[in-house]
């Protein structure tokens, strides 16, 4: 982590390779959160691919402060950045019966694709706020202070999304 | 306590996790990113070229303006030296 931190630093000092090894260094855990809070691969990696944008600019604009992780400042503006995604409804059209080549075993790809469908379609009833926390916390599996500090909120108000995320899907989805 | 729920959403966790980008994904947020910046010190510098084209037309003009001025005064006095030329 002091690797991203130190090309984190380079990046601001105007190094343009340096924001290459923040990159290659989340760019996995990324997509696949963005993915799960989406529910599908396309609309994730366009989720992060914003949320890289911003997170140069704010670099270079030294808008990082340096209090968080690295990974959890990035977790932060990817989680917004879906959030936005969500309330807006812009997600990608796309045929069901083309699936874009993603270069890995055509099963596993085709089962995972089912699995964000099937996640998505299960959280789909839930506010915003709660389907990001129970992700976070219970797919992503993130403590619930880590959680906290991704929301920018308290550890409190979590566990009360939760508990409530919880009963909504118990009741079939219906937050009561 | 983990209940069905737990291993509901556990199991959503297990079946995602190989989840990846596709190929070509970093480039092209690499791609984006350079497209971004070079694209605002374009702008800056278009706004720098266009100051300065600005500023270098004042001072034509302010130039231009200075010998016109020259040139009416010049013209004034030979009209007053023709008139009382006149005179004479």
């Known amino acids: ?12 000092d105007g190094d343009p390779r340096a924001f290459r090894t923040v990159v290659s260094q989340t760019s996995a855990r990324l997509v696949r959160l963005a993915a799960r809070l989406v529910g ?49 409804g812009k997600r990608r059209e796309r045929p069901t019966d083309v699936l874009p080549d993603t270069g890995w075993d055509g099963a596993a790809a085709a089962e995972a694709r089912i699995a964000l469908a099937e996640l998505a379609k299960r959280l789909e009833a839930l506010p915003e706020d709660q389907r990001v926390a129970i992700v976070l916390k219970n797919v992503e599996g993130l403590s619930s202070g880590e959680v906290a500090e991704v929301l920018g909120t308290t550890e409190g108000a979590v566990e009360q999304r939760l508990v409530r995320a919880r009963a909504a899907l118990r009741n079939g989805g219906q937050n009561g | 306590m983990a209940d069905d729920l737990d291993d509901e959403l556990r199991g959503f966790a297990e079946r995602t996790e190989g989840v990846h980008a596709s190929p070509g994904f970093e480039a092209r947020v690499l791609t984006k990113i350079q497209s971004e910046t070079p694209a605002w010190d374009a702008g800056v510098l278009r706004f720098g070229r266009a100051m300065l084209f600005v500023a270098a037309l004042s001072a034509v003009v302010g130039v231009f303006a200075g010998v016109r001025s020259a040139d009416d005064e010049t013209d004034a006095s030979a009209t007053a030296y023709g008139m009382e030329e006149l005179d004479w």
């Open chain 1, 40 to 88: 599908s691969i396309e609309d994730g990696e366009d989720v992060v691919q914003e949320a890289y944008v911003k997170a140069h600019r704010a670099i270079v604009d030294g808008k990082f402060d340096g209090k968080s992780r690295v990974e959890t400042w990035l977790y932060r503006i990817v989680t917004n950045t879906a959030i936005d995604v969500l309330r807006s």
């Open chain 1, 1 to 12: 982590m002091d690797d991203l931190r130190e090309a984190i630093r380079r990046a601001a």
